[in-house]
């Protein structure tokens, strides 16, 4: 099993932050900041698809795990991120146990499931498919987001669904969902969250959470959540340049 894996199976803490920015220098800059992976955000960020397989290579030259974030459940999407040499995939929206499932399937290859053998880059172009599909059930993670009431509701179904390796609380699609936005709601937010990060690791699943800042990472890890993927490459550009110019502001007018 790829080392990767087996650490968030194994609930070690591994902290990420997703690329959006459709360039393989972002990527670079970010795998050589020192995070445990990264994850390429498909679903939200422009990126196309020839796209991903470039920011994937550049991951792999600083041997940096890079999962992607599917737009979405189709199974196509989900092979394409892997053929491109996908070190796993996230996928976004999973309401219902089925759709956990299905997930699980697009993943795996038979007998678990039923993703398509092809030439992709991470088969060696079909130099080495003997090789890829002897290991990439065992290698990649399938990591699938909760973060809609039907989903909070669902949850234990879903915690159930055999193969998942990581069910990931998207605090702000689920904030909207349960209607539950802004600082003055945040006591229902945080125990939906809570309520599905109990319903997982009851269930044997490793627990992740996207969160903005580094600044409540413990108090989520004490909830049990190992698996954090924080803020964006966009996020923490734009952060350091309002730092810098702030205090660069701050030294010309003193
Ligand atoms: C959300 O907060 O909705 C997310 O999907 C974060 O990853
Ligand atoms: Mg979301």
């Known amino acids: 099993m790829h080392e990767f894996r087996s650490r968030c199976i194994a609930g070690e803490v591994a902290i990420g932050t997703f690329a959006a920015i459709p360039h393989p220098v972002a990527i670079e800059v970010a795998a050589a900041a020192g995070l445990d992976f990264l994850c390429i955000d498909w679903e939200h960020a422009q990126i196309s698809r020839e796209r991903i397989e470039d920011l994937i290579r550049a991951a792999d030259i600083h041997g ?9 459940h189709q199974p196509d999407s989900i092979a394409a991120a892997l053929d491109a040499g996908a070190a796993g995939v996230l996928v976004p929206r999973v309401s219902t146990a089925e759709q ?5 399937q697009a993943t795996r290859y038979p007998p678990i499931g039923i993703r398509g053998v092809g030439p992709g880059r991470a088969a060696g172009y079909g130099y080495r498919i003997p090789d890829y599909l002897a290991a990439a059930n065992a290698n990649l993670v399938l990591a699938i987001q909760v973060e809609t009431a039907e989903g909070l509701a669902n949850i234990d179904e879903i915690a159930a669904a055999e193969g998942v390796d990581v069910i990931f609380i998207g605090p702000g699609d689920l904030s909207v969902s349960i209607d539950a936005m802004g600082p003055a709601n945040a006591g229902k937010l945080n125990a939906a969250i809570e309520t599905i990060a109990r319903a997982a690791l009851a269930a044997g699943r490793t627990v992740g959470i996207f969160r903005p800042s580094p600044d409540d990472i413990s108090v989520w890890k004490n909830a049990g959540i190992r698996f954090f ?3 964006s490459d966009t996020m923490f550009l734009g952060a350091a340049i309002a730092a810098g110019i702030a205090k660069a502001r701050g030294n010309a007018a003193s």
């Open 64 to 72: 940096v795990p890079a999962m992607v974030r599917v737009p979405g």
């Open 100 to 104: 956990a499932r299905a997930a699980v």
């Open 229 to 231: 993927i924080l803020a």
